[in-house]
């Protein structure tokens, strides 16, 4: 028997903590891991773990995993070989575009994408070849207006500011429950000890949410907000700030900041009050709050993306940190060096280049929202959507009006699906694609470094051997690349490994042959607890990609965009008998819709309720833990409802990623507890107008008993 200590960073969230696992080989046997533990010797997370981390060994041992490419035979699935799916996939592909065009075929990548470097590298070197305006992403169902803000302020949606969480003093939370999900637009391990610390130091946070979370309840002070309203709130912060001559002389060069006070002045915190719910004196005491402390700063995150004036949520957040002289500032936000450079490597990108079909929805970085997914395989006529590829996605469960999406995938004239599961998505494929698990992969995050709270970066080599038979991500977007570049007779210009790639990437960035630090992958590969590169510094000015070097404070289209917030009444409560709205909820042992099959972390009381505030119950006759009806504009789930005093009175929270129970679904788990799917109620048409991303967040609803 021979034991061997591996270590290698956790990619399930944006925390990226360093792991410690153990595994033990017996003879003639492959190897079993016995251990997951915090890596103390981890120069970034120092030993910190959650409990997902522990469930990597019920991954890699599923048997529900997929291990080699299954075709969709009427009801049921059959092995097929590697290079026969790789030609059928070019086959059906090219006769759709050759007959509708190549708009016929959409794309959809999950979250899990920016988990793994190989698809970063590779997953263009296939789905580019496709040429189709239809490509959505989970992007626009979670952080699209956080990249939108940055594209136009910075030049570059990608040069994202980052909180300073150990240095600062005082901390605004708005719609972000870092205790639950890690920290995310801020890769941060242990965030309940660094936000402790802003405590112990001395500092304040401050949490904006409608329900009494997880971080709200160590916070200094909790303030209940209109589910929607967050724009309004912030909108009387800034404008307090600048009526009360709260700001502070920035080193930043800005374009528009004048134009930007004028045009709010009728936004005071006493007419944001009723749009917010939050009293005027509250809002202009946390405007004074903030300005006097000597470092702050204010940090959104998926609840303010995902309503209705996202977008204005966080070009309000990046001013207020702007004119209070905490943008780019020690203590305040600060952009990353990080070791793979991808703002200098890639273009900013662009917006607005062309629209979806059926609604007009604009791109985003070659993106449509996928809010209008659906619609575009379901209106008929020219361009109309027939085939679809799903890349490491389930967005039945994840995007809005899931069920509408169910009807459309049951359409299409073929769908491709690359993917460790025949989920509630992919059950509608003709063909899935499993890649090897992820620790039987190299590891190297391209992404989440860029998002760190420190300049970090670190390279492990796969634990598992490649099983035989099986292919990485990256080798399956070769094989489909090569195939389909066959069949439409294109030019395939070849390609490095993802490996060689990141090892090109970091001689040529901030710290590679250029610098002391000479950084390589055999650099790296060396280092397995990680290197850090030090603390994040003021380099805005240096980093911007503006046209004009300047930060653009007013974008023209975010300017255009406060008409249509000025002419909506905002979020309401009772504006039907009865009407409640709906806000999700996230749980430190869950990731969005695919970690419900772990027995590790499903197991304990049931966590997938309905949660109102009792006097809701009372109102509507309800008893607690009784099964209640929830109906919206698109759909009606029956739910188990409890009563919680850390909901605000006329808002109800109900967790997505769940709704394990269609037909065709081989996640045994997960079957066992389905839970229901908060997105057969969000509605596709609610929406931030302005960067189309899905507002999931202040939907209306009606709760009865069954």
Request: proline share 5%; charged share 20%.
């Amino acid at each position: 028997m021979t034991r061997t200590q591996h270590f290698r960073a956790c990619h399930l969230c944006e925390a990226i903590c360093g792991l410690a696992i153990e595994t033990v080989t017996e003879p003639g046997a492959a190897p079993q891991i016995t251990s997951i533990k915090g890596d103390p010797l981890d120069t970034f997370s120092r030993g910190h773990i959650c409990p997902k981390a522990v469930a990597l060994q019920d991954i890699q041992n599923d048997p529900d995993r997929l291990r080699q490419p299954m075709l969709r035979t009427g009801d049921q699935w059959q092995p097929i070989e590697w290079q026969a799916a790789f030609d059928l996939v070019a086959e059906r592909l090219y006769a759709i575009q050759q007959q509708h065009g190549q708009n016929a075929v959409a794309v959809y990548q999950g979250n899990p994408s920016v988990h793994n470097y190989g698809l970063m590298t590779h997953s263009n070197y296939f789905l580019g070849l496709l040429k189709t305006h239809n490509r959505f992403s989970a992007t626009s169902v979670d952080q699209l207006p956080h990249h939108l803000t940055s594209f136009l302020m910075y030049g570059h949606g990608m040069l994202l500011p980052i909180p300073d969480i150990d240095h600062t003093d005082f901390m605004l939370i708005l719609g972000g429950n870092p205790l639950a999900s890690n920290g995310s637009i801020m890769t941060v391990p242990d965030v309940e000890k660094r936000l402790k610390a802003i405590q112990q130091r001395g500092g304040k946070l401050v949490v904006v949410d409608p329900r009494r979370s997880e971080t709200a309840a160590i916070a200094d002070q909790h303030l209940f907000v209109r589910p929607g309203g967050d724009a309004a709130l912030l909108f009387g912060l800034l404008n307090t700030l600048f009526e009360e001559g709260l700001t502070r002389e920035s080193h930043l060069p800005v374009d528009g900041l004048d134009h930007v006070r004028h045009s709010i002045t009728g936004f005071s915190a006493e007419a944001m009050s009723p749009r917010c719910g939050i009293a005027a004196v509250q809002i202009r005491q946390l405007a004074r709050d903030f300005a006097g402390a000597d470092t702050a700063v204010c940090y959104g995150r998926m609840g303010v993306s995902t309503q209705t004036f996202g977008t204005l949520c966080h070009w309000l957040a990046q001013l207020i940190n702007l004119v209070t002289g905490n943008l780019d500032r020690v203590g305040g936000t600060l952009c990353t060096e990080p070791a793979v450079d991808l703002v200098g490597s890639t273009s900013g990108g662009h917006f607005n280049l062309w629209q979806s079909r059926v609604s007009g929805l604009p791109e985003y970085g070659g993106e449509l929202p996928v809010s209008a997914l659906a619609e575009e395989m379901l209106v008929e006529g020219e361009g109309q959507v027939r085939a679809l590829v799903t890349v490491a996605g389930n967005p039945v469960l994840s995007t809005p009006n899931g069920r509408q999406l169910d009807q459309a995938l049951e359409g299409l004239e073929f769908m491709l699906s690359i993917d460790l599961y025949i989920n509630e998505t992919t059950r509608h494929a003709d063909l899935i694609l499993p890649s090897t698990s992820a620790l039987e992969n190299d590891h190297y995050d391209t992404t989440f470094n860029t998002l760190a709270v420190r300049n970090v970066t670190r390279f492990n080599r796969a634990i598992f051997d490649k099983p035989e038979g099986a292919l990485h991500d990256w080798e399956i977007f070769v094989g489909l690349a090569r195939s389909f570049a066959a069949k439409a007779q294109r030019e395939l210009k070849p390609t490095l490994p993802p490996a060689q790639m990141i090892d090109r990437g970091l001689r040529a960035g901030w710290y590679g042959a250029a610098s002391p630090h000479n950084l390589s992958l055999e650099t790296l590969a060396s280092h397995p607890h990680g290197v850090d590169l030090g603390a994040l510094k003021p380099n805005l000015t240096d980093r911007l990609k503006t046209a004009n070097g300047r930060i653009q404070a007013a974008p023209e289209v975010i300017m255009a965009d406060l008409m249509r917030f000025a002419a909506d009444a905002g979020p309401r409560f009772g504006e039907k008998v009865g009407e409640l709205l709906l806000i999700g909820r996230r749980h430190v042992r869950s990731n969005n819709s695919w970690m419900h099959n772990y027995h590790r972390l499903v197991k304990g009381k049931p966590r997938h309720q309905l949660l109102m505030h009792p006097d809701d119950l009372s109102h509507r006759g309800l008893n607690d833990g009784q099964q209640v009806r929830v109906s919206s504009r698109v759909g009606v789930i029956e739910v188990q409802v409890l009563g919680s005093l850390d909901m605000m009175p006329g808002v109800v929270s109900l967790p997505h990623g769940w709704g394990h129970s269609r037909s065709g679904v081989k996640m045994e788990i997960a079957r066992n507890q389905p839970g229901v799917s908060a997105n057969d109620l969000t509605d596709e048409r609610q929406l931030d107008e302005l960067s189309g991303n899905a507002a999931l967040n202040g939907v209306p609803v009606q709760v009865a008993s069954c």
